[in-house]
């Protein structure tokens, strides 16, 4: 039994006889898609995310933050952090004159979390997300748990002098961890409807 029938076509009803478990039997066939939504529902688990309005009154734009980050709304967007806590996350509205401005009093804003840039660390590279222009500015510093990778991503929004940063950091081996959530959230930012 190789498979087919005798014509050389595969059996009528949608079955094939496959080697199932080691034994010669019919096996019903299974969609790649189907496949693959298991796999990604395996990956995804229970991770749901919510949209943050930023800033929550007069939002010029959204963004997506996993439930298991514990996001808590604020005056001028959302803080949230990992699951132990290792990589921290503010996502904040800035009114400055331009990205490099903006990028700037989103660093100094982290300063009430005992984040701290060094001197002389700043890596910086334009970018465009979701459409937006974006001011990427890594820097290597220190937080309350001792030695930190710091990154803002500050995005341009539409209106002029509006824009939105979203800034993560702690150690480097933390930030790898969770490195697929960082991205979802940095890529779920979009203007505001």
């Not at 014509?7 to 079955?15: E, M, T």
């Not at 094939?16 to 019919?26: E, I, M, Q, S």
Request: with cysteine.
């Amino acid at each position: 039994m190789n498979g087919q029938s005798d014509d050389g076509r595969p059996p009528r009803g949608g079955r094939r006889r496959l080697r199932c478990g080691g034994a010669a039997r019919a096996c019903p066939r299974r969609p790649l898609r189907t496949l693959l939504a298991a796999a990604l529902a395996a990956i995804i688990g229970d991770a749901a995310a919510r949209p943050f309005p930023v800033p929550p009154t007069a939002p010029v734009a959204t963004v997506d933050v996993p439930d298991d980050w514990g996001p808590t709304a604020t005056t001028d967007g959302v803080e949230a952090s990992a699951a132990d806590g290792a990589v921290r996350l503010a996502v904040q509205f800035i009114h400055a004159a331009d990205a490099e401005s903006a990028s700037a009093a989103a660093i100094a804003n982290l300063s009430r979390f005992g984040v701290s840039p060094a001197h002389g660390s700043r890596r910086a590279s334009s970018r465009r997300t979701n459409g937006l222009e974006a001011l990427k500015v890594d820097y290597s510093g220190t937080d309350p748990n001792g030695e930190s990778e710091i990154t803002t991503i500050v995005f341009v929004m539409q209106g002029g002098g509006a824009f939105v940063a979203v800034s993560y950091w702690g150690d480097d081996e933390a930030q790898e961890a969770v490195a697929n959530d960082l991205q979802a959230i940095a890529e779920s930012l979009a203007p505001a409807r």
